[in-house]
């Protein structure tokens, strides 16, 4: 190693100095980012419901002690959330391998060669072993580095992208888990509503069996027809088959509501479902969204993760761009050599070697033009998905909101319509009792009583569902103050530099970065957009 000259390491210093500061300096062919426009809406509609803060951990509001604990047994064992985890890690992966392509690449080598040379005389004979011979041994040691220049941003523009992926990722993660909270929680009402229409139709079908008891006897001393007989005796089967078909949705509920929860197959054939309140004793207090509307385009996490999609296909663009342009690479080699492996670090002998390659592609016959067109047509579609999940997102918002609005509005209604009912009812079988209206008139009373109880069981839920949607429409919430985030708005840059550092050490950290960054509002994601 001594044989290098002080000039030669000057030399080889200075280029690398050179090159590496034009390469810092090197342009992007990325075009730059900027958010789609579109025409979002001044203010909120109209809703006099009253303001109420949001909490992140919404499912609270419903005071059900039980609802709370199958929310959190859903987050915490769902299949769903499970691959999701497993997700982040194979994005967080990648930018782990997109940042190891910034930096250069060094290798080590060794190797240990006899080589040897025999001569004979004229005069030897074929088989004789006489004559004379060389052998030389040659050991040598190097250590090889390699550095591609980004002279293009290409490598820049693949760590934006994947970031942007993981980000994506990330944040698409924060939506399942709203969506799989929010599918406990309706599946659990709907749970609790088929409850509620087993009741009623084991009620119905009791009293129905009582009744038809009676008018047996009746029939038997001849004070009724057979006709009424007949009627009332179909009442009774009618009653009987929503008791079976009920208790099949009840169970087929449970099943499903099991698997949410992320049981376990003996759990699912063999554990109940717990219950908490009655639908009808659960609280639906209103929700109203405070702010603008366009903090929705913050808030909602498939809006979040969408424009990441976004930016991610932008930066890929400068990616196809970069393969027209020539791939420029610093190479060095610098080892020893000896005769002997034991004064190989110690012998004079020293070997170094280090130079500039570059490749440019020539005939491709339109592969990195099409690449590019690729490139370009991924960004469109990615508009398009972005600016479809903004238009589905104030969707939701509208009819979410005007369902719960209406939602109070109806269940009233349908309270009313069973007290009337369960009076008319009441005073039709008085009236047949003494003559003074027929049988059809009692049937057509308590078919209507029983339809409308089953209603008045789907208005409950519905009531409910409602609120869960316009928690869902905005996003989780956020509007508490001191609530734990359980949907938090993820610290881009802090989670960008945990992934470099991941990637640096070839260690993973995004499971625990997707689980514990803090809230940032106003985090800039890369492509120095405000999300």
């Not at 004229?122 to 090889?144: E, Y």
């Not at 009441?426 to 027929?438: F, K, S, V």
Request: aromatic share 6%; with cysteine.
């Amino acid at each position: 190693m001594s044989s290098i000259s002080n000039a030669g390491r000057m030399r080889l210093t200075g280029a690398v100095f050179a090159l590496s500061v034009f390469m810092l300096s090197a342009c992007s062919l990325a075009p730059r980012y900027e958010r789609p426009e579109m025409d979002m809406p001044a203010q909120w509609r109209t809703v006099d419901m009253g303001a109420a803060p949001l909490n992140t951990d919404w499912w609270n509001r419903f005071n059900d002690p039980v609802l709370t604990a199958l929310v959190d047994e859903a987050l915490k064992n769902n299949q769903d959330i499970a691959e999701s985890l497993a997700k982040i890690d194979s994005a967080a992966s990648q930018v782990g391998i997109a940042t190891a392509d910034l930096l250069p690449s060094v290798s080590g080598s060794a190797s240990s060669m006899a080589q040897g040379a025999s001569e004979k005389t004229p005069n030897t004979m074929p088989f004789d072993k006489s004559g004379l011979s060389r052998t030389t041994a040659t050991n040598q040691a190097a250590l090889s580095a390699s550095w591609e220049l980004d002279l293009w941003g290409k490598n820049r523009n693949n760590y934006t992208m994947l970031s942007d992926v993981l980000m994506s990722t990330v944040i698409g993660h924060e939506a399942l888990r709203l969506s799989v909270a929010g599918q406990t929680a309706q599946n659990y009402f709907a749970l609790l509503a088929l409850d509620m229409q087993l009741d009623t139709a084991r009620r119905t079908l009791k009293t129905r069996e009582d009744a038809f008891s009676i008018y047996s006897s009746r029939y038997k001393q001849g004070d009724i027809t057979e006709l009424d007989w007949q009627r009332a005796r179909a009442e009774v089967e009618i009653a009987r088959a929503q008791v079976h078909t009920s208790t099949v949705a009840v169970d087929r509920a449970e099943a499903g509501l099991a698997v949410l929860l992320g049981r376990s197959p003996r759990d699912i054939m063999e554990r109940g479902m717990p219950r908490g309140q009655a639908i009808g004793m659960l609280p639906s207090p209103p929700v109203l969204p405070e702010g603008l509307p366009s903090d929705l385009l913050q808030r909602r996490p498939d809006v979040r993760a969408a424009e990441f999609m976004l930016m991610a296909n932008n930066a890929n663009i400068g990616v196809a761009r970069a393969q027209f342009f020539p791939s420029v690479s610093l190479t060095g080699m610098l080892g020893t050599v000896s005769a002997a492996v034991g004064s190989l670090f110690t012998g004079p002998a020293g070997a170094w070697s280090y130079g500039v390659t570059g490749s440019m592609p020539l005939l491709d016959f339109g592969r990195t033009w099409y690449n590019v067109k690729d490139a370009e047509a991924r960004k469109k579609a990615s508009v398009a998905v972005y600016r479809k999940t903004v238009q589905t997102a104030f969707e939701d918002m509208r009819t979410s909101l005007t369902a719960q609005r209406e939602a109070d509005a109806i269940v009233r209604s349908m309270q009313i319509q069973v007290e009337s009912l369960r009076r008319a009812t009441t005073i039709a079988r008085l009236q047949y009792d003494n003559g003074y209206t027929d049988y059809l008139t009692v049937l057509d009373a308590e078919r209507q009583l029983f339809a409308a109880e089953l209603q008045l069981a789907s208005a409950l839920r519905d009531r409910l569902d409602n609120v869960v949607g316009v928690c869902m429409a905005l996003g989780g919430g956020w509007n508490d103050p001191g609530a734990s985030p359980s949907f938090p708005v993820v610290n881009t840059e802090k989670l960008l530099n945990q992934e470099t550092s991941a990637g640096a050490s070839g260690k993973s950290s995004g499971k625990a970065a997707a689980e514990s960054a803090p809230v940032a509002p106003e985090a800039k994601p890369q492509g120095g957009v405000s999300l």
